[in-house]
């Protein structure tokens, strides 16, 4: 069964500090793997994508993902946060013959001044 | 339409009564998806529908839900009902078709409030 495992569900970086926020995923077939932002009372909008091509992933907002087989994982990554950054991310994982996206639990992510 | 389109942005329905949102998708977009989205949970999957072909309902959580669309056009979900539980935001996303390659567009969601 595909899933999707955000570790963390609260971050909390200072501004011009690393953005590093967690995913694994589990899938019994090769995964296509997305990344969301979430900002309050707003809808998803789509961060970047992994389609089976290369795996480092750059999207907007100088947001980027490396997608890393052996590890089962697709970490999101952002050299210097801003305050803008603060919102919610969701990693997903098409599910395969589902047809669908599995949504993790989400990581919060707050900027520090 | 440019983007996905919900309809109401906020409900607040007395517990026992029926509601109903309303998803309008990008124009052309073969695929259209509902999602639940409790307070400081996760997306919850709730129903698909791609173009013709029989929608996938194994998400919906009970019989008091239920979801319509004609063609490739708009949606309905509909509760009915309404128990507290209920109370989430319900997001209409939709993708010009089912693969995997494709992201999908989300609306702003519906704030459902059951008192």
């Known amino acids: 069964a595909q899933s999707v495992t955000q570790l963390g569900s609260h971050v909390s970086v200072s501004e011009g500090a690393l953005v590093l926020l967690r995913c694994n995923y589990s899938?019994?077939?090769?995964?296509?793997l997305f990344w969301y932002v979430q900002y309050p009372n707003q809808g998803l909008q789509l961060l970047l994508k992994?389609?089976?091509?290369?795996?480092l992933v750059k999207g907007i907002n100088g947001f980027e993902a490396e997608f890393k087989k052996s590890e089962t994982s697709f970490h999101l990554t952002k050299p210097s946060a801003h305050m803008s950054d603060a919102a919610e991310y969701f990693c997903?994982?098409?599910?395969?013959?589902?047809?669908?996206?599995?949504f993790g639990t989400g990581t919060l992510l707050a900027v520090q001044p | 339409g440019a983007g996905v389109s919900q309809s109401p942005s906020n409900k607040v329905t007395e517990k026992g009564k029926d509601v109903e949102l309303r998803c309008d998708p990008i124009?052309?977009?073969?695929?259209l998806y509902w999602y639940r989205q409790r307070l400081g949970q996760g997306l919850e999957f709730l129903i698909y529908?791609?173009?013709?072909?029989?929608?996938?309902k194994s998400g919906l959580p009970s019989d008091r839900f239920s979801a319509e669309r004609t063609g490739e056009s708009v949606s309905t979900l509909t509760i009915q009902r309404t128990q507290q539980e209920d109370s989430a935001v319900y997001l209409c996303?939709?993708?010009?078709?089912?693969?995997?390659?494709?992201?999908?567009?989300f609306g702003s969601g519906t704030r459902l409030t059951v008192v």
């Open positions: 996303a939709s993708s010009l078709i089912a693969t995997q390659g494709y992201g999908y567009t």
């Open positions: 997903a994982l098409y599910g395969g013959a589902t047809n669908k996206l599995i």
């Open positions: 992994y389609t089976s091509a290369a795996t």
């Open positions: 529908f791609q173009g013709n072909s029989a929608p996938d």
């Open positions: 124009s052309g977009h073969t695929a």
């Open positions: 899938s019994s077939v090769p995964p296509y």
